[in-house]
């Protein structure tokens, strides 16, 4: 019998509108999340939330934990299956 582990990591990692003059509101992934899955060794995914109005179908970004950081890859409610790409994301890394 062959033992399979896969072992999900649901990291909370929020990025707040800000208001503040000197920061800027940005798209995508951010320095932390592509830090977060280098060190961790996982994939963030990020959703951009401020893009649109309520209700909207969000774009939905990625880093994998080699660095690398693509934008829209898919939408919240476009029929985007983020666990598939989640776990074909384990492949490529096997």
Request: glycine fraction near 10%; hydrophobic fraction near 30%.
């Amino acid at each position: 019998m062959i033992k399979h582990s896969l072992r999900l990591k649901r990291i909370r990692n929020k990025h707040p509108l800000t208001q503040e003059s000197d920061k800027v509101n940005g798209t995508g992934t951010s320095d932390k999340d592509k830090n977060t899955a280098a060190n961790v060794g996982i994939t963030v995914y990020g959703v951009d939330a401020f893009s649109g109005s309520k209700g909207d179908s969000q774009p939905i970004s990625r880093v994998t934990s080699d660095g690398k950081s693509k934008a829209n890859i898919g939408k919240t409610s476009a029929g985007f299956n983020l666990v598939a790409d989640a776990l074909n994301q384990l492949k490529k890394r096997k």
